[in-house]
């Protein structure tokens, strides 16, 4: 590691004994160093072992690269590897998850924003309790309403289809969108909304004309934080899914838990890594945003 | 006249998450206490026996798979804190170095972005006794390192420890980095003048000052303990045996195998119970310091 002998502009405000920085540098650098290749670990193991042929795999190097980089476990787990009872590997998973994906996105964000949108900026006398209510919603474990939501899906008649998914994941996920919508709508000046009602502006055309062009930054946040957890979802998907319509999560768990005789370890690595590609790659181009939808879904009101 | 028509369409714009939060939330939480109540066997069965109602209750703190759940709760919350201390470890060496600091971050953080079962299936290859890490130690010569910790009841909740820290150090880091950047510069440079030595102004300043999001750390903790489901079934589906067994998987278990609905809603019911025990004493310490806070800023 190259030392720089002077502090990057604008970070530090306070001399610091200069003789003491190398080596405290260096010892920060080496552990957050290590610290990231434990990190690391797994990440590499996935990918080493997805290229490898079980024939390597049987020698037991973990941490060995491919002799030959084989794409065949790849092929094999998106093509024809077994989850279950049906054979016809990840990619009916895939499609379900995707599936499942648009309408849980389009209906969670509607839903969330106009709510958001109504009780920050629209005078609701009963919008305080409401809130209160919504931030409790937020914590209750989704065990103690699952029965209640299976026998309510199954009389609307969509248990075991992608549709029951997407309800489940828009009900589970309005309490804590609402509250970051409205978090966000309640900075807005309320002189905007009133001389907007004063130019005879309505409900919705102050929402469609004014406030959705403002909340470009709030919507990118919501949906990455959404697409991942819905995407990264296995028990809403397992219960709610049935046969047909069983997210990739599910598919790679039935996949890797349910082998019978050998099991081809490059197979389920390449199986997994199949599975965690989609968010990984908006994590890695979005990372920035991906930041503050962690902070705005930790801090949740 | 506009006035008069926005009263009424912004309460009707709500009416959907009213009807759901009253539905889905408030009432199911309601369904699931009253099946609770009864004996309902494979389908609900809605009369409730005043003789003994908590007779489901008394059945599930004598069942023995449930003990386990809630000592596996304990061990696994006491495991998975330190990930909020190897958290704040790491992001005070990133603000501390500042070099570097995209790139940590990002290293960090990728676990979060990952489904729990990918991290249960890779963990559960990396903990493989003959082709995994401890084959590994062993082609060096360390025949004495044992990682073969998912196939012995006794250790497999510290592989599970393990996988959850990994997966959730990033996400505290993140927290405590935003925090300590909220710091004001002024108290280090004050602190250094005096002389006092970097662990002391971390453990006797900085740590207190960031009472509210080491609180923030410690709910957003719990809550995943208790709903810690999947991560079980990647990596060791509750076993060997029921060691590996938490109240998440054990009502989801009762549900849906058991055809025990009573006893599984007593379950799921207990669920709500430690949440509210754990949060609310949380939640309101929490809105309290942020008040405090906000006060003092004021």
Redesign the interface.
């Known amino acids: 590691m190259t030392e720089t002998s002077s502090?990057?502009a604008g970070?530090v405000?306070?001399p610091?004994p200069k003789k003491r920085i190398r080596g405290?540098?260096i010892a920060?650098?080496v552990?957050?160093t290590m610290?990231?290749l434990?990190?690391?670990?797994?990440?590499y193991?996935?990918v080493t072992?997805s290229f490898k042929t079980m024939d390597q795999?049987?020698e037991?190097?973990?941490?060995s690269l491919p002799e030959v980089w084989t794409f065949e476990a790849w092929r094999y787990a998106w093509d024809e590897a077994c989850s279950g009872i049906t054979c016809e590997g990840l990619k009916r998973g895939f499609v379900n998850s995707l599936e499942i994906l648009f309408p849980s996105l389009i209906a969670s964000i509607a839903?969330?924003a106009?709510?958001g949108y109504?009780?920050a900026l629209?005078s609701?006398r009963w919008a305080g309790g409401?809130l209160f209510?919504?931030f409790l919603?937020a914590?209750?474990?989704?065990?103690?309403?699952?029965?209640?939501?299976i026998?309510?899906t199954v009389n609307m008649g969509i248990y075991g289809s992608i549709w029951a998914v997407a309800f489940i994941h828009t009900?589970l996920a309005?309490?804590v969108l609402?509250l970051i919508f409205r978090n966000y709508y309640k900075d807005i000046p309320p002189d905007i909304i009133k001389a907007a009602?004063?130019d005879?502006?309505?409900?919705?055309r102050i929402f469609i004309e004014i406030i959705l062009p403002m909340s470009g930054n709030i919507l990118i946040v919501v949906l990455i934080m959404q697409i991942?957890s819905i995407?990264?979802?296995?028990?809403i998907g397992v219960?709610f899914g049935g046969l047909g319509a069983q997210p990739m999560?599910v598919n790679?768990?039935n996949m890797?838990?349910v082998t019978t005789g050998t099991v081809s370890?490059n197979v389920?690595?390449a199986a997994?890594?199949q599975?965690?590609i989609p968010?990984?790659v908006?994590?890695?181009v979005l990372?920035k945003f991906?930041?503050e939808g962690?902070?705005a879904g930790?801090?949740k009101g | 006249m506009?006035?008069r028509?926005?009263r009424l369409?912004?309460?009707l714009?709500?009416a959907?998450?009213?009807a759901?939060?009253a539905?889905?939330?408030?009432?199911?939480?309601g369904?699931?206490?009253l099946?609770s109540l009864t004996s309902s066997r494979r389908l609900?069965d809605y009369t409730i026996d005043w003789s003994d109602p908590l007779r489901q209750y008394r059945r599930l703190f004598a069942d023995l798979g449930w003990n386990i759940a809630l000592s596996n709760l304990i061990i696994l919350a006491i495991g998975s804190a330190l990930a909020i201390v190897f958290g704040f470890v790491?992001a005070a060496?990133?603000e501390?170095?500042?070099?570097?600091e995209d790139?940590?971050?990002?290293?960090?953080?990728?676990?979060?972005?990952?489904?729990?079962?990918?991290?249960g299936?890779?963990?559960?290859?990396?903990f493989?006794p003959?082709?995994?890490?401890e084959?590994?130690f062993h082609?060096l010569g360390m025949t004495w390192v044992s990682f073969n910790w998912l196939a012995d009841g006794r250790t497999a909740m510290y592989a599970i420890i393990l996988a959850s820290v990994?997966q959730s150090s990033?996400?505290y880091m993140?927290?405590m980095l935003?925090g300590l950047k909220a710091i004001n510069?002024?108290i280090?440079?004050a602190a250094?003048?005096d002389g006092v030595a970097l662990w002391r102004v971390y453990l006797e300043i900085i740590i207190p000052m960031m009472k509210f999001t080491f609180l923030?750390c410690a709910i957003?903790l719990s809550?995943g303990v208790?709903?810690a489901?999947?991560i079980i079934?990647?990596m060791t589906?509750g076993g060997p045996g029921q060691s590996t067994w938490l109240p998440?998987y054990f009502?989801?278990k009762a549900?849906s195998a058991k055809g025990n609905?009573a006893f599984?809603?007593a379950?799921?019911?207990m669920?709500?119970a430690i949440?509210v025990v754990v949060?609310l004493p949380l939640?309101l310490l929490t809105a309290w310091q942020q008040r405090a806070r906000k006060g003092a800023a004021g």
């Open positions: 502090p990057p970070t405000m306070f610091r405290r540098s920060i650098l552990f957050l610290a990231a434990f990190f690391c670990i797994p990440l193991v996935l072992t795999i049987r037991g190097a973990i941490f839903i969330s106009v709510t109504a009780l629209w609701v409401f209510l919504l919603c914590f209750v474990p989704f065990q103690i309403i699952m029965y209640p939501l026998v309510i009900v309005m309490p609402t009602v004063m005879n502006g309505s409900f919705w991942t995407w990264n979802d296995y028990l219960t999560t790679l768990a890797v838990t370890y389920n690595m997994a890594l599975t965690a968010p990984l908006i994590y890695f990372g991906f930041v962690i902070a930790a801090v | 506009g006035i028509w926005s369409t912004p309460q714009a709500l959907p998450a009213v759901l939060t539905i889905a939330f408030i009432g199911s939480i369904w699931t206490i099946l609900p790491l060496m990133i501390r170095e500042r070099r570097g790139f940590f971050r990002t290293v960090f953080l990728y676990p979060l972005a990952i489904s729990l079962i990918v991290t299936v890779a963990w559960r290859w990396i493989n003959s082709l995994g890490i084959s590994f082609s990994w990033g996400f993140a927290l935003a510069v002024e280090w440079s250094r003048m923030t957003l809550l208790i709903k489901y999947d079934v990647a589906n998440a009502t989801i549900m609905l599984a809603s379950a799921a019911a669920m709500l949440t949060f939640v």
